[in-house]
DNA sequence: CGTCCAGGTCTAC
DNA sequence: GGTAGACCTGGACGC
């Protein structure tokens, strides 16, 4: 494990390690880096789709790289934490396997010996536990390559979606949130928090969830994107 | 104390 | 294809 920080030197990313690294582990550090920030993503499409937009306009400055995990397993794993349970259920849960994994996200491997009574009694991660020790499982014994996912080789959001789906613990929410994660924005996530979210902001009563997708349809593959930006412009000082 | 629900999903109709 | 119930857990709330 290395620990890295990072700081903003005038737009750009740079980390910083405690000792001076080898090539191997600088590269390394680099590419985890620039997974994590989503610098892969060439989001000016968006932008120049949002540029006559009252509502989005401010997002073209450079928002909209979310925040990823540095392995798509550990994005699929704390997604499945977020599921049916409080926010705060979800950080104690997360900060359980951070602790298993001693300081750092465990592996799956480590993930896929643990035993059930860890997942049930220290973790308290109910009937999710399960669910990510079958997932941790496969990826282990090769079954199942959740890190290929990242790789944006011509395979469709359909495609990476179906595989998403198959994994127990995740449905449409969970899977279109991973798929955020992994630079695919066509998909809204739809869940307790953006759903009466979105009514607060626009002011309506009630929506469905087919209105609310239609309302951004027209962002076509951003879609999910515009939706989230959207909903979390407060967040941002400079709205 | 019981009930409800939180950044849902699964199974069985 | 759509819907009803069950599901771990724990915090909020009413009684």
Redesign the pocket.
Known sequence: MIGVTLRDDGGKVVAETASRLGQRDAARVSETVARMMRLGDDLAPFYAKVAADDALRWAAAGAGRMLASPTVFEDVVK??C?????????T?MTEALVALGGGAFPEPDVLASTPDRWY??VA?????G??VKAIANDVVSGRLDLESLFVRDGRSDEDVEATL?A???????????VMQMLGRHRHL?L????RPKYLRLTRKRRAADRSIRHAFSRYGEHAGLAF?LFLTRDWVSEG
Do not use: E, F, K, Q
């Open positions: 997604t499945i977020t599921t049916n349970c409080s926010w705060s259920a979800t104690r049930r009694g308290r991660m109910g009937y999710r399960p669910y789906l994994l127990p613990g995740i449905g449409p929410y969970a899977a279109a949130h996530v869940d307790s928090w953006t989230w």
